[in-house]
């Protein structure tokens, strides 16, 4: 295909504006082309902020899919919508970007995962903290054995009292759930691609809602409205995997706890281990002596384009592009989201029927 990638935005609310379109826009071989947003007046503002010359808006996705000119869409909309749209849009013959999590559930996820596969579409999902300084380093240390084999973890996603008071976030039809789906699906993401292991065998998990029902509680952004509080506060899982290699998952958006971070794993493996609590930091044994290092991980180490440090969102965005210009698998393969829905989907199974939630084998 062209060197140009010719890209659709749909949605162009806050995640768009303030992710993927600024991301976008600093890539020389992008031209964004088309904008859909439910309010018109968004889709206008992004479309003269962002767009191209001939750029088009759209109230309808159906019209932007339709339109001949485009190439790729990211798909920005509250999650309900994600399986859907992107289905529409891999049909049309569009390239797919969706924001996380893949979908409100395994079964939408996997016809999202057959559709890209049958119309020979690429399809990835926005998980952006692979691309961290500290996440990249750790991946390459678990790819060359530094741990050995990780058969413990945790994946961390605790706010104190940092609900989101805006949008949809609090609406459990629109958005499938609270913390959980919201940033618990990032760590999540993060542990099991540390770990190379997409193998569930059995999840147990709990939900609650325990502080959501607080009137006038102190929160970052203000304080939520008890009634519109429709989600889980808190929730935590524990997860085996077929080889016996376990997860402890803990994600929560009010919790009584100093002890906070998201978008963060622990790994520990047969020669050494390592956390994201303050910095990367790596121990283990050698030559009869325990270690523990600090990882420096200053802008020597940074991804740099014209001169100027990408951010995690920026190596996305690029990576996304070069797969479909280059044709290759892009980093987020569409397999990995789907297990990372299909896990979360159990947790919240589990936590409604008070049993563990039990996976088939995949041969």
């Known amino acids: 295909m062209s060197t140009i990638v010719r890209v659709g935005i749909i949605g162009c609310g806050g995640i768009a504006t303030g992710k993927h379109m600024p991301a976008l826009a600093r890539l020389k071989n992008v031209q964004m082309v088309a904008f859909f947003d439910l309010v018109e007046e968004r889709a206008i503002e992004a479309k003269m902020q962002y767009g191209s010359e001939m750029a088009e808006h759209y109230t309808d996705f159906r019209d932007l899919l339709a339109n001949p000119g485009v190439d790729v869409v990211h798909v920005c909309t509250p999650n309900d919508s994600h399986s859907d749209i992107s289905i529409a849009a891999l049909e049309a013959g569009k390239h797919v970007m969706c924001e996380k999590p893949m979908a409100t559930s395994a079964a939408e996820a996997r016809k999202m995962l057959e559709t890209a596969k049958r119309t020979g579409k690429k399809l990835s999902v926005a998980y952006q903290n692979r691309y961290r300084a500290d996440s990249l380093h750790l991946k390459t240390l678990c790819e060359e054995g530094e741990l050995g084999d990780i058969y413990f973890a945790k994946a961390h996603a605790i706010r104190r009292r940092a609900v989101p008071t805006w949008g949809v976030f609090l609406d459990k039809e629109k958005q499938g759930g609270g913390p959980l789906i919201d940033i618990g699906t990032h760590a999540l993401d993060l542990t099991l691609w540390m770990m190379n292991n997409y193998e569930p065998k059995m999840v147990v998990g709990t939900a609650f809602h325990k502080l959501g029902t607080k009137e006038n ?65 790596i121990n283990g044994e050698r030559h009869g002596k325990l270690y523990t290092t600090m990882v420096d991980l200053d802008e020597s180490g940074a991804s740099v384009v014209d001169g100027k440090l990408e951010s995690e969102a920026d190596i996305e965005a690029r990576l996304w592009i070069e797969s479909i210009i280059e044709d290759k698998d892009p980093i987020v393969k569409p397999e990995q989201a789907l297990i990372v829905t299909e896990i979360l989907e159990a947790i919240y199974k589990s936590s409604e029927t008070g049993e563990p939630v039990y996976f088939e084998r995949k041969e």
């Open 217 to 281: 509680a102190a929160n970052l952004w203000g304080p939520w409205d008890p009634e519109q509080f429709k989600v889980e506060d808190s929730a935590f899982a524990y997860i085996t995997m077929q080889n016996g290699a376990t997860i402890f998952l803990e994600s929560s958006w009010a919790l009584n706890s100093v002890n906070v971070g998201e978008s963060k794993c622990t790994l520990m493996g047969t020669e050494g281990g390592a956390d994201m609590d303050n910095g990367l930091r």
